[in-house]
């Protein structure tokens, strides 16, 4: 009797946790494509809602950067690349070529911190919180405050990129 009412208690539980699983708010996925910082590139930002709050969060950012010296976008070297003004050029990651586009950040800004990096923090930043806080942060400051408002990110365009993750927030709740 003990071990059929210990068994009866385990499958309990067992189900118990595993409809817990299927009541919990499904995920969302949303992207923007979006002009965070100034007019030669384009940033990319993805996030996961569940309900209203952000629990996954990605950024990249591409711009044409010296073929010779970086890796461009899948097809840049196939008939995608041949419609690039400057044969020179291709469209890159600047997460995947973090060590060349960081290189330049500290040649002319004395930056420390590489744009991966300071991308990752700018996604940690925002885990957790929801689609009205993000907006009152960017609503409540300006774009100087924020370059140091991210702990481990301190872009000039903080601002443009978390104004990218409310975007793509914003996309996810429409869906």
């Keep these: 009797m003990k071990k ?40 990319v930002a993805v996030v ?3 309900g209203d709050v952000i629990v996954g969060a990605y950024l990249d950012e591409y711009q044409m950067m010296p073929k010779d010296q970086t890796t461009g976008v899948p097809n840049s070297d196939k008939d995608f690349g ?5 044969a020179a050029q291709n469209l890159g990651s600047k997460k995947l070529n973090s060590e060349y586009y960081s290189k330049n950040m500290a040649e002319r800004g004395g930056a420390t911190i590489t744009i991966r990096d300071n991308f990752i923090a700018l996604e940690n930043y925002v885990l ?5 806080e993000l907006e009152a942060l960017l609503t409540n400051n300006t774009a100087e405050q924020m370059v140091d408002l991210v702990t481990g990110a301190t872009l000039v365009d903080n601002y443009g990129y978390l104004t990218a993750f409310w ?5 996810a709740q429409s869906r």
């Design 48 to 50: 996961a809602l569940q």
């Design 128 to 132: 957790g919180m929801t689609v009205a």
């Design 4 to 43: 059929t009412f210990i068994l009866v208690l385990v499958l309990v539980s067992v189900l118990s946790m595993s409809f817990a699983g299927f009541a919990a708010e499904s995920i969302r996925m949303g992207k923007a494509d979006w002009a965070a910082h100034g007019t030669r590139c384009f940033a």
């Design 167 to 171: 975007a793509a927030a914003k996309d």
């Design 82 to 86: 041949n419609n690039f003004v400057d």
